[in-house]
T-cell receptor
């Protein structure tokens, strides 16, 4: 299994541009999550999904959108990039039937907005 | 915001046990304590979790006090590869994790 994969690894955007961060997991996990991590800080939850077709907001959803059309994929969309969205973005998924909060994380996408 | 309290940094000699403390005095009776770590520039990695009893797996041991207000993560023989930020997290609904700033553990030769 590849686990949780994220693309791209790095991206530089100009203010006002849009992009989609891709996340795919091959573990058949129902739950998937998007976090962002600013320098020197812990992760903050942006959006999460408990299954295909179901998404919900986390702690910091403003400026982002998500969709979940399949179990495997959970893309994160930035419509109008702003410098405040410069961060490292992590996608995670949760294995059904195990501990409630045992999440598996991808390697992250480093985004810079200039 | 995170409701756990951890020291910002700790040092440990290679080969010795690393004991990382965490206070979670407001934890609810049915909430687990989870430990994750984040090696530089990587995604967080699950280590261990527990409710009341002490737990051990291939990575670490978790000691939870009887009143559940604090816990200690033990890495029995720390190596240089254990250098990372360690997060102690109270389990919440929907599986969401609330990360604080964690403890930066530096394992030194």
């Amino acid at each position: 299994n590849a686990g949780v994969t994220q693309t791209p690894k790095f991206r530089i955007l100009k203010i006002g541009q849009s992009m989609t961060l891709q996340c795919t997991q091959d573990m058949n996990h129902n739950y998937m999550y998007w976090y962002r991590q600013d320098p020197g800080m812990g992760l903050k939850l942006i959006y999460y999904s408990v299954g295909a077709g179901i998404t919900d907001k986390g702690e910091v959803p403003n400026g982002y959108n998500v969709s979940r059309s399949t179990t495997e994929d959970f893309p994160l969309r930035l419509e109008l990039a702003a410098p405040s969205q410069t961060s490292v973005y992590f996608c995670a998924s949760k294995e059904p039937g195990t501990g409630e909060h045992t999440q598996y994380f991808g390697p992250g996408t480093r985004l810079t907005v200039l | 915001d995170a409701k756990t309290t951890q020291p910002p940094s700790m040092d440990c000699a290679e080969g010795r046990a690393a004991n990382l403390p965490c206070n979670h005095s407001t934890i609810s009776g049915n909430e687990y304590v989870y430990w994750y770590r984040q090696i530089h520039s990587q995604g967080p990695q699950y280590i261990i979790h527990g409710l009341k009893n002490n737990e051990t797996n291939e990575m670490a041991s978790l000691i939870i006090t009887e009143d559940r207000k604090s816990s200690t993560l033990i890495l029995p023989h720390a190596t240089l590869r254990d250098t990372a930020v360690y997060y102690c997290i109270e389990g919440r609904s929907q599986g969401n994790l609330i990360f604080g700033k964690g403890t930066k553990l530096s394992v030194k030769p």
